[in-house]
């Protein structure tokens, strides 16, 4: 009878523990890895990579890499974004205890020509071709310590 009432305190510690140690071990939340090259495969270094919903952010490392950790479990939207550059999108899913894999490719954005940057380089250009100072040179003014 003294064996089982000082063994049933023992159980119930035990079974407290392992509760506690399955909760400990379950992992909820997951992680993005990626890669931004260009379309040579050139890794671009400093892009901007936003994760939505949630607001995730980072910018890529020398090798083009980044990751962003302990991201909710669920479905999103990856943005990429370079200066010259086509920005990149695309949707992938977040599992608990996983990582998700971005390979993004970046291809160069096409010039664009309009009507208004037609008008400011020819504007620019009427400016350079007038002098800087009217009159003579003597009329300059100047400057002594």
Known sequence: ???????????????????????????????????????????????????????????????????????????????????GFSAFTSKLTVTAGQVAKVDAVLQVAAARRTRRGDLANHAASEVSARPLVSGSASAAATISP
């Open 1 to 83: 009878m003294n064996y089982r009432r000082n063994l049933m305190p023992v159980l119930l510690l035990a079974a407290i523990s392992l509760g506690v140690a399955t909760t400990l071990g379950q992992v909820k939340n997951g992680k993005i890895d990626g890669h931004v090259t260009d379309i040579s495969g050139s890794a671009l270094q400093g892009a901007q990579v936003t994760v939505q919903p949630g607001g995730y952010s980072t910018v890529t490392g020398q090798q083009g890499e980044f990751s962003i950790l302990d991201v909710a479990t669920g479905d999103y939207t990856i943005a990429v974004s370079y200066v």
